[in-house]
T-cell receptor, first 111, second 116 residues
Framework: GENVEQHPSTLSVQEGDSAVIKCTYS??????FPWYKQELGKGPQLIID?????GEKKDQRIAVTLNKTAKHFSLHITETQPEDSAVYFC??????????FGPGTRLSVLP | NAGVTQTPKFQVLKTGQSMTLQCAQD?????MSWYRQDPGMGLRLIHY???????DQGEVPNGYNVSRSTTEDFPLRLLSAAPSQTSVYFC???????????????FGNGTRLTVT
């Protein structure tokens, strides 16, 4: 079955710097890749997603890139702010399969 | 519009006790699911449902039961709690009518369960 790895497990950046989190997946048939942000005491919330027919998607300070050949996708956050501090999860899925989540990345934005 | 509502927020059980974690959604979503979250392991699927009267097992179903009698509700039952079931449990729903359509999940805020 599908396996999703996520790196790094923790990431600290200075406010205003960029942050990049990378996920790799094992099943080349996976075609949908969402990213979720989880704040303390809350459930994960979708922040951006990408489908396999697209290489890059951007929403203000957040972007996701997908490399289908290498089977990896990355979350890019520019101009980080303290409110970006949270745990971020990537996930992968394909037709007929539930989501498989990565183990998460704890991002700390230092003022 | 409340989204996905989970109760209770916190629960402490003794080994062997049973309980039901409640989940309700008001978005008319057909797909509902239960995940457990443990440190360093991400979110693991326990059970899911693609509509009322239909349930299926996920990755870690042992020790848990579910039923789906209405579109809105998807309770998770622990039959005989064990310390290994100490975790944070999340309910999630989506507007996917089958697993053939990928649609983002909407999560509740979780139930933190401790089994002593």
């Amino acid at each position: 079955g599908e396996n999703v790895e996520q790196h790094p497990s923790t990431l600290s950046v200075q406010e205003g710097d960029s942050a990049v989190i990378k996920c790799t997946y094992s099943d080349s048939a996976s075609n949908y890749f969402p990213w979720y942000k989880q704040e303390l005491g809350k459930g994960p919330q979708l922040i951006i997603d990408i489908r396999s027919n697209v290489g890059e998607k951007k929403d203000q300070r957040i972007a996701v890139t997908l490399n289908k050949t290498a089977k990896h996708f990355s979350l890019h956050i520019t101009e980080t702010q303290p409110e970006d501090s949270a745990v971020y999860f990537c996930a992968a899925s394909k037709r007929g399969q539930n989501f498989v989540f990565g183990p998460g990345t704890r991002l700390s934005v230092l003022p | 519009n409340a989204g996905v509502t989970q109760t209770p927020k916190f629960q402490v059980l003794k080994t062997g006790q049973s309980m039901t974690l409640q989940c309700a959604q008001d978005m008319n979503h057909e797909y509902m699911s239960w995940y457990r979250q443990d440190p360093g392991m991400g979110l693991r699927l326990i059970h899911y449902s693609v509509g009322a009267g239909i349930t299926d097992q996920g990755e870690v179903p042992n020790g848990y039961n579910v039923s789906r009698s209405t579109t809105e509700d998807f309770p998770l039952r622990l039959l005989s709690a064990a310390p290994s079931q100490t975790s944070v449990y999340f309910c999630a729903s989506s507007n996917a009518r089958t697993l053939d359509y990928n649609s983002p999940l909407h999560f509740g805020n979780g139930t933190r369960l401790t089994v002593t």
